[in-house]
């Protein structure tokens, strides 16, 4: 790859549909941090290696500062490698279930201000030689964001960029979301989910979103 090409491949989160339709209970941090990795993938590749990400490049592209990052990478290295995805859907009418970890290994040295993690081979269907069915967004406007409600919510509707518009019952939307148990009550999980999560992607991104409730 040329420079310009490596430049555009780090701005870039590419993601199977399946991916982003997957249950991931990520915190907010965790999301930019992958977030981040895969957005230095080529998605021409067909192995994963170790990659690197500063904790400094991390907190500039969030517009955050937190020093504390430094002595939280540690623990931030242990949940990464606890966390797994989660697929559901049907086939040939029966319910099916695949859970997969997120990462192969995760390291952090003291000092060194990086963390250097490789991707799970598990994960290769969803990161690797994409072409079709696949979404793209700015790594930018993702890292921004400060839910991971909104983060979750901004990847469903840039998969379904260009189309008229998406519809989910809100039992699968708390799935994708992971909030099947919390703000029970509609109300609260519009207040403070759906509406929190439109208002902020307006203001931030490069799209927004209008919903009915049927």
Known sequence: MSDGEKS????????????????????????RIVGAFISQLDKSDREFGYQKLYIRDLMSRSHISDQDLYSRAESICQSL???????????????????????????????????EAKFNDDMKPFLLQLKRQFTMYRLQNFMRLS???????????KMQEGLRHLCLSVEELREVLCCK??????SDFRRHVLERARTEIKDTCDTYYTYTVE
Not at 10 to 31: D, T
Not at 150 to 157: D, F, P
């Open 8 to 31: 555009a491949t780090g701005q870039m989160i590419v993601k199977a549909n399946r991916l982003v339709q997957a249950k991931m209970p990520l915190s907010r941090m965790e999301h």
């Open 147 to 157: 839910s991971q409600h909104s983060m979750r919510v901004y990847e469903l509707i």
């Open 81 to 115: 490698l606890d966390k797994k995805l989660e697929i559901k859907r049907l086939e040939d009418g029966k319910r099916k279930y695949r859970g997969i970890n997120l990462m192969a290994a995760c390291e952090y040295l003291e000092g060194d201000g990086y963390i």
């Open 181 to 186: 148990h919390t703000y029970e009550r509609f």
